[in-house]
């Protein structure tokens, strides 16, 4: 059984940074597209950035240049690099890791970005 677990969050003041890693319990995670998403309280999750198998990414519009997701196939780990956070960033931070045999989410990661 597959499993993510997550790391890296916590509280950040504004213009701070996080780096959020994901580890995958797989030795096939190069074979996965991968994702982060985010829900901040009383939101619907929401997709915050993609990277394909292929080493393509694509990113919301909120994120404006400010987050970059990346991956260490080596060490079944995906990462996403947080920088100028805002207040707004506030959410549980998911990874989301598939493949057309198997989907699967990470527990979640607080992150708080307040002064």
């Known amino acids: 059984q597959v499993q993510l677990v997550e790391s890296g969050g916590g509280l950040v003041q504004p213009g701070g940074s996080l780096n959020l890693s994901c580890a995958a319990s797989t030795n096939i995670f190069s074979i996965y597209d991968i994702s982060w998403y985010r829900q901040a309280p009383g939101l619907q999750r929401v997709l915050i950035a993609n990277?394909?198998?292929?080493?393509?990414?694509d990113y919301a519009d909120f994120v404006e240049g400010r987050f970059t997701i990346s991956r260490d196939n080596t060490k079944a780990t995906m990462y996403l690099q947080l920088d100028s956070l805002k207040p707004d960033d506030t959410a549980v931070y998911y990874c989301?890791?598939?493949?057309?045999?198997?989907?699967?989410w990470g527990q979640g990661i607080q992150v708080t970005v307040s002064s």
């Open positions: 990277m394909h198998t292929s080493g393509a990414t």
């Open positions: 989301y890791i598939y493949s057309i045999h198997r989907k699967l």
